[in-house]
């Protein structure tokens, strides 16, 4: 739960035709997929900043423990940002296909993450299911014109869909290789 009052407006809808329509263009063609693009440029240390698009580079640091300036969120919470902004998009589409309106939503995650190895300079011997988020917790408070059983439900669907969640909850082909 939040310290602060709860609004009793409803939050900014968003356009429940363009999500219709997303939503049967998805159905028309399911194997579709976008590209998600971002330039990560360290600066030094650890602070490294990551362009996307037009926006203001995204700032990613690590704590003096872990040997960084502490000027921004580490890599992990940024995961955990990603995660929570995937699901709250994915909570306020669902309850606007289900009409109903959200007067409040707040996810408050936290996930234990091991780096024995230290990124692999000199630490643990680990293999990769051992390393990164081990567990993770996401808490969401919502309010809106529903009951309780259908909010859960909202969330439940939003969570089973999210584009994000699926990427950390299922194995992901990657590969890391020296740019051209």
Same mark, same amino acid.
């Given at each position: 739960?939040?310290?602060?009052?709860?609004?009793?407006?409803?939050?900014?809808?968003?356009?429940?035709?363009? %999500?219709?329509?997303?939503? +049967?263009? $998805?159905? !028309?063609?399911?194997?579709?997929? *976008?590209?998600?693009?971002?330039?990560?440029?360290?600066?030094?240390?650890?602070?490294?900043?990551?362009?996307?698009?037009?926006?203001?580079?995204?700032?990613?640091?690590?704590?003096?423990?872990?040997?960084?300036?502490?000027?921004?969120?580490?890599?992990?919470?940024?995961?955990?940002?990603?995660?929570?902004?995937?699901?709250?998009?994915?909570?306020?589409?669902?309850?606007?296909?289900?009409?109903?309106?959200?007067?409040?939503?707040? %996810?408050?995650?936290?996930? +234990?993450? $091991?780096? !024995?190895?230290?990124?692999?300079? *000199?630490?643990?011997?680990?293999?990769?299911?051992?390393?990164?988020?081990?567990?993770?917790?996401?808490?969401?408070?919502?309010?809106?014109?529903?009951?309780?059983?259908?909010?859960?439900?909202?969330?439940?669907?939003?969570?089973?869909?999210?584009?994000?969640?699926?990427?950390?909850?299922?194995?992901?082909?990657?590969?890391?290789?020296?740019?051209?």
């Amino acid at each position: 739960m939040s310290d602060h009052n709860t609004v009793s407006a409803h939050l900014r809808p968003i356009d429940r035709d363009g %999500l219709l329509n997303f939503a +049967d263009a $998805g159905r !028309s063609n399911p194997d579709r997929r *976008g590209t998600n693009k971002v330039h990560t440029v360290c600066e030094g240390q650890y602070r490294t900043l990551s362009y996307v698009g037009n926006h203001t580079p995204v700032v990613v640091d690590e704590p003096p423990h872990l040997f960084g300036q502490d000027t921004a969120p580490a890599p992990g919470e940024i995961v955990l940002s990603a995660l929570g902004g995937c699901l709250a998009v994915g909570i306020t589409a669902v309850a606007t296909y289900r009409k109903v309106k959200l007067t409040k939503l707040e %996810l408050w995650l936290e996930g +234990d993450i $091991g780096n !024995s190895a230290a990124w692999g300079a *000199g630490g643990a011997e680990r293999k990769p299911e051992e390393m990164g988020f081990q567990d993770i917790r996401v808490k969401v408070d919502v309010e809106g014109d529903a009951s309780r059983e259908e909010l859960e439900a909202i969330v439940a669907h939003a969570n089973y869909f999210s584009p994000v969640a699926n990427t950390l909850r299922n194995p992901v082909p990657m590969t890391v290789s020296l740019k051209d």
